[in-house]
């Protein structure tokens, strides 16, 4: 058996991921979407928000699971007996990115293999700081995200009210 992992923030969880996981669950026996708990950058959800709104937008595949971690996705893969990271590409600056993280990851867990997947022409241009930052300007995300996230995403701009600047003005990779 053959499991992978998926890690990302998921702040929120938009179309292109759950297209990655969905390709990556008909390649692997299981995909583990791992939610990072601590990222570098600001968060809109809380890690059990962002949790939950995972699972429910992969709740129809049973060969997918979501869980949290922390630390280093190499030691989590370890931790669950995982063998392969799955990463989706966008654009040409996400290779690089993504290829300096694969041969880092693969200096600290040689054993651990990196698989890219190229997002579908139509989800090229979607991030979480791109949803974000529509949504925050009450913008219609409804094509980007699953119908339970747009609520979500709703529901937390108007707890924050107009004028909180929560989502960053540049492009984040997530």
Do not use: W
């Amino acid at each position: 058996m053959i499991r992978a992992v998926f890690p990302g923030t998921f702040d929120p969880i938009h179309n292109g991921h759950v297209d990655i996981a969905c390709r990556a669950a008909g390649l692997f026996d299981e995909v583990v979407v791992a939610v990072y708990d601590r990222p570098l950058k600001s968060l809109l959800f809380s890690p059990q928000e962002r949790i939950k709104l995972v699972a429910e937008a992969l709740k129809e595949y049973p060969n997918i699971s979501v869980a949290g971690f922390s630390g280093l996705t190499v030691e989590f893969c370890r931790k669950i007996g995982a063998k392969v990271i799955v990463r989706g590409l966008r654009v040409f600056s996400d290779f690089e990115y993504e290829f300096r993280m694969a041969l880092a990851n693969h200096r600290l867990a040689p054993e651990i293999e990196v698989v890219a997947l190229i997002s579908a022409e139509e989800h090229t241009f979607l991030s979480g700081s791109t949803v974000r930052e529509i949504a925050s300007l009450h913008g219609d995300v409804s094509s980007m995200v699953p119908t339970h996230v747009e609520k979500a995403l709703k529901k937390r701009f108007h707890e924050l009210g107009d004028g909180q600047q929560l989502v960053p003005t540049t492009s984040m990779r997530d």
